[in-house]
């Protein structure tokens, strides 16, 4: 059997150190962790840590992504989500496969919420959507 490689990608070793959380991602409300992957894959895939910055207020919004896989593996804490129509509590320890084009909010998180991000490809498009359902208000924080 003859395997393929491919020479585009790199070997990549990024130690907790090696970068930090900075905001101007996706959401205002978190901050993001660059963990070397889409350097190292050539913009194939992106790995990022989403940490929780302020309280919820509104949530994502109603919005898909235009993407060809994404995984959320909660690492700390918890976060509220509807997928489509159904209410989900993905707590530290969850593993959430998000299917390429799933509508979906996240409204309502805790102050320790930290989650494993991994999408391709790793320059995904986000567009807002018409919500299918009602969604709970957060809780405030104490």
Same mark, same amino acid.
């Given at each position: 059997?003859?395997?393929m490689l491919d020479t585009k990608m790199k070997f990549s070793h990024v130690k907790p150190g090696?970068?930090?959380?900075?905001?101007?991602?996706?959401?205002?409300?978190?901050?993001?962790r660059d963990l070397g992957i889409v350097d190292a894959t050539g913009g194939k895939v992106i790995?990022?840590?989403?940490?929780?910055?302020?309280?919820?207020?509104?949530?994502?919004?109603w919005h898909r992504h235009v993407l060809d896989f994404h995984i959320v593996v909660m690492l700390?804490?918890?976060?509220?989500?509807?997928? &489509?129509?159904? +209410?989900?509590?993905?707590? =530290?320890?969850?593993?959430?496969?998000?299917? @390429? /084009?799933?509508?979906?909010?996240?409204?309502?998180?805790?102050?320790?919420? &930290?989650?494993? +991000?991994?999408?391709?490809? =790793?320059?995904?498009?986000?567009?807002?959507? @018409? /919500?299918?359902?009602?969604?709970?208000?957060?809780?405030?924080?104490?």
């Amino acid at each position: 059997m003859t395997v393929m490689l491919d020479t585009k990608m790199k070997f990549s070793h990024v130690k907790p150190g090696d970068t930090e959380f900075k905001s101007g991602g996706l959401r205002d409300f978190f901050s993001y962790r660059d963990l070397g992957i889409v350097d190292a894959t050539g913009g194939k895939v992106i790995a990022q840590l989403v940490r929780a910055e302020r309280a919820p207020e509104e949530g994502t919004g109603w919005h898909r992504h235009v993407l060809d896989f994404h995984i959320v593996v909660m690492l700390k804490g918890w976060a509220r989500f509807m997928y &489509e129509d159904e +209410e989900h509590l993905v707590e =530290a320890g969850d593993v959430v496969h998000q299917r @390429p /084009g799933i509508v979906h909010f996240l409204f309502d998180y805790s102050p320790d919420m &930290e989650y494993l +991000e991994i999408a391709a490809p =790793a320059d995904f498009a986000t567009v807002e959507m @018409p /919500g299918p359902a009602p969604v709970p208000p957060p809780k405030p924080w104490k």
